[in-house]
């Protein structure tokens, strides 16, 4: 518990505030009890009471000595990664990062569903419990099970029946309890197909609050949204962009429609954030593909 | 072969204890009968001590103003008996059903499970006193001694083999007649003679009793004379009729004045759900489904006057649980939560809840495990999401064995399910990515124009669904259901649309019953 304790600058004649960290603390006497005088003994400082005396600046530089330099602070230990069901994607990020936020963001179709799908495969492989918050009810059962993702593993929790500002309510709301309750190795959600104006109104504290609770948890939370709206709480940020699509076609040029076949989806990626290291990264980009179910 | 006895003394008074457990300290008188004639039932020491006894009429009880009246429940002393029961079966598999305030145990073999004989009557008293019960326990060498201990002596009592006329002489004769036993009118009042007659004789106790001489006891009393007399030397030997005694784990409260508001509801429905589960608890059981049965409060009014339609109705909701749970919070919450969705509607007058049995789950965690969510806390949180956005919009996914759209349904989710069968597919998956569809729900309306019989643009509410078809596939024809009423057929195409913010994929349905266009999804 921290109070302020206002005391007089013998200097200036001004009060000034500094904190005391502990509820009831001894002064320190620096330079040899030069403050108080010899044979004075040392002043308890109580919580929330006013003390009033000639202190001086060498007070604060004591204070100011016990904390530790940033250069000498031991790193942060690295999130474990793990494997984000892409091996491209794996290569470009180093997988997902456990007890963070990641945001995977861009327009519609840009891939941003594969990517999610194959992020539950993933996790639903490793035996892992997972679920999918989704604002606008978008999640197509047949494409996550030919994705790979064990449905009897995922939750899905759909948002949005009547209205999107509702449905972001309660997805809000879900994602807070999901969150308490622990346990899942992997939450996504997906907003979409949320309007951005809707998607930004929610506060930065919320994001704030999720990041505190995925923190040292095995939980990897994903956001799937148009555009970044977490800001500086997600550890990663993999932007996507518009993909190009290869067909099959017969041998004769002028093949008529029902001769073609959408077989691949080509999908291009972009690690624009990550705070999992030190140093800032630079901007590098990817291209893989995403075969079609019927593709074979 | 030692024996021992739990005896409930003032049962009536203790079942209605053990639903209010909060009068403890009070003097409570019970009361039955039909209103003007309510008389006094039975009371407490603490009503005793007041001058309270039973037979004063209920007007004459309602005098004293520190006192607490309750109407007699045979519904709380039915679930006070279970809970007799229980605390019998907790202990030993052969039990006998002695009447409302006793059972009898067969103590045969079980000091190698629970120690000593002291030490089994101590662990059978907090055993009662953890279900509600205020009891007294003896062991003796024969069933009826202990009986009598139990009787007579209040707490636990443990007589030595050889000792029970000696240690069972001190006790009063009417300890040899139960209390509040509903037996035959007759053999009250045979009871009742002979106790008249020992009276007049001035005999007072069993020792008393037992050091008559047996045949001119036999020829003033009869044999009944001399089984009282066998019963109070401690000698008499009868073989105990165990009794299985039903899994059935309820538990009901009639209120005086109907209920209306949750948060009293879910007062009572905390105590009733402790009672359940320190019952089940004592049985080594856990529950899988509860089932909460509230009467409620009908209105008459002058158009509906038949007695059917004046009657009380009945409001029932049913928690299903994953797996097997013991945990009376949980349990709680789980039901707000529910009534919370579902509310009876209609003032409470009645809840009765029952429990179904089960086995408790035997799981063992693994450091190399993944990690899950905690059965309890899981279920809870689903409970907490149900609220708000609908039971049926939260689950793990089946899909059906349909090409219909939509072809799935929601169930519950219960984390582990079918753990072998994912192995087997895990193991054979692709590791590849999937292109995957994101759906529109419902179905995105859209105008399409043709030229030369050929999709050429696109056109909806919805600004980035719509623009010219650069590229299509199709159509992919599909029908079903032909033989039900809901019968579907259509024709799907993939398109690649341009619009303002660049190429984007689609599916488009062509509804051929309906008649209507839809983007059914884009491939993202």
């Known amino acids: 518990m921290s109070s302020a304790v206002v005391s007089t600058s013998a200097a200036q004649g001004r009060p000034f505030a500094f904190e005391v960290e502990d509820e009831a603390e001894v002064c320190p006497q620096p330079g040899g009890g030069e403050l108080f005088g010899e044979g004075r003994p040392p002043q308890r400082v109580v919580p929330g009471a006013l003390v009033s005396g000639t202190f001086s600046g060498a007070f604060k530089d004591a204070r100011l000595a016990s904390v530790t330099p940033a250069s000498r602070l031991a790193a942060r230990a690295a999130p474990e990664m793990v494997g984000s069901g892409i091996a491209a994607m794996d290569a470009l990020t180093g997988g997902l990062p456990r007890g963070c ?46 994705a790979g993702v064990a449905l009897e593993r995922l939750l899905w929790v759909r948002c949005g029946e009547s209205s999107p500002q509702k449905g972001l309510e309660q997805m809000l709301r879900a994602t807070d309890l999901l969150l308490e309750s622990g346990g899942f190795g992997l939450i996504a959600l997906d907003f979409g197909d949320l309007p951005p104006q809707t998607a930004r109104h929610i506060p930065l504290t919320t994001w704030f609050r999720f990041r505190r609770a995925v923190e040292h948890t095995p939980t990897v939370l994903l956001a799937v949204e148009g555009q970044s709206i977490a800001g500086s709480c997600s550890s990663l940020l993999i932007k996507l962009g518009r993909q190009k699509h290869r067909v099959k076609e017969f041998a004769n040029p002028v093949a008529p429609a029902h001769a073609q076949l959408l077989t691949e989806v080509e999908i291009t990626a972009e690690l624009v954030q990550s705070r999992l290291e030190r140093k800032p990264v630079g901007s590098a980009e990817i291209t893989f593909a995403s075969r079609t179910a019927w593709a074979g | 072969m030692p024996f021992a006895c739990i005896f409930v003394p003032n049962f009536p008074v203790a079942a209605v204890l ?27 020491e603490s009503a005793g001590r007041m001058g309270i006894a039973p037979g004063m009429t209920k007007a004459q009880a309602e005098l004293c103003s520190e006192l607490t009246l309750r109407p007699r429940s045979l519904l709380q002393e039915s679930g006070a008996h279970a809970a007799l029961l229980d605390c019998a079966q907790s202990f030993s598999p052969r039990v006998e059903d002695a009447g409302a305030d006793t059972a009898i145990l067969d103590l045969a073999g079980m000091e190698s499970l629970f120690g000593t004989l002291p030490e089994i009557a101590g662990a059978v008293l907090r055993r009662a006193a953890d279900l509600g019960l205020d009891a007294n326990v003896a062991v003796a060498s024969n069933a009826d001694a202990a009986v009598l201990a139990a009787r007579g002596f209040s707490g636990g009592t443990v007589i030595p083999p050889g000792k029970e006329g000696e240690v069972l002489g001190a006790l009063p004769v009417e300890v040899l007649v139960a209390e509040h036993e509903g037996g035959e009118r007759e053999d009250k009042k045979e009871s009742a003679r002979l106790l ?33 007399q066998q019963l109070a030397e401690g000698a008499a030997a009868r073989t105990l009729v165990a009794v299985e005694a039903p899994m059935v784990f309820e538990e009901a409260v009639e209120l005086e004045h109907p209920i209306v508001l949750l948060e009293p509801l879910a007062f009572l429905l905390n105590r009733l759900l402790e009672q359940i589960c320190a019952r089940l608890a004592a049985r080594a059981l856990n529950t899988q489904e509860l089932r909460l049965t509230l009467e409620l409060e009908s209105f008459s009014s002058s158009c509906c006057t038949r007695p059917s339609e004046i009657a009380n109705r009945q409001f029932l909701r049913t928690i299903r649980l994953p797996l097997p749970m013991l945990d009376s919070k949980l349990f709680l919450k789980l039901l707000q939560l529910d009534l919370n969705s579902h509310p009876p509607g209609a003032p409470i007058v009645k809840i009765h809840l029952m429990a179904e049995p089960a086995r408790p789950r035997l799981a063992q965690g693994g450091l190399f495990q993944p990690p899950s969510p905690e059965p309890e806390k899981l279920e809870l949180t689903l409970a907490r999401i149900a609220g708000l956005v609908g039971e049926a919009r939260v689950g793990s996914l089946e899909l059906l064995d349909t090409h219909r759209a939509e072809g799935f349904r929601m169930k519950r989710f219960v984390p582990g399910a079918d753990a072998k069968a994912n192995r087997q597919r895990d193991s054979a998956r692709d590791k590849s990515a999937v292109a995957a569809l994101r759906l529109f729900r419902p179905p995105l309306r859209v105008t399409v124009s043709l030229e030369n019989g050929e999709l050429a643009r696109v056109i909806s509410k919805k600004k980035e669904v719509q623009g010219s078809v650069l590229w299509k596939a199709g159509p992919w024809r599909s029908s079903g259901d032909w033989w039900e009423r809901e019968a579907w057929a259509r024709d799907e195409w993939d398109i690649a649309l341009q619009n303002a913010e660049g190429i984007a994929l689609y599916r488009l349905v062509h509804d051929l019953l309906g008649g209507g266009w839809f983007v059914e999804g884009t491939y993202d």
């Not at chain 1, 327009?107 to 999918?132: D, F, H, Q």
């Open chain 1, 101 to 146: 936020l990641t945001e995977i963001c861009g327009p519609a179709s840009s891939g941003r569903t594969t990517l999610l799908l194959a992020a539950l495969a993933a996790a639903t492989g490793r035996g892992e419990c997972c679920v999918v918050v989704d604002a606008s009810d978008a999640l197509d059962p047949q494409s996550a099970a030919d």
């Open chain 2, 18 to 44: 053990r639903a209010e457990p909060e009068l403890r300290a009070q003097g409570v008188a019970i009361f039955e009968g039909k209103p003007p004639q309510e008389k006094v039932f039975a009371v407490n």
């Open chain 2, 196 to 228: 008249e007659t020992l009276d007049r004789w001035g005999i007072r106790n069993l020792r008393a009793l037992a050091a008559l001489p047996k045949v001119a006891l036999s020829e003033r009393l009869g044999q009944e004379g001399l089984r009282w």
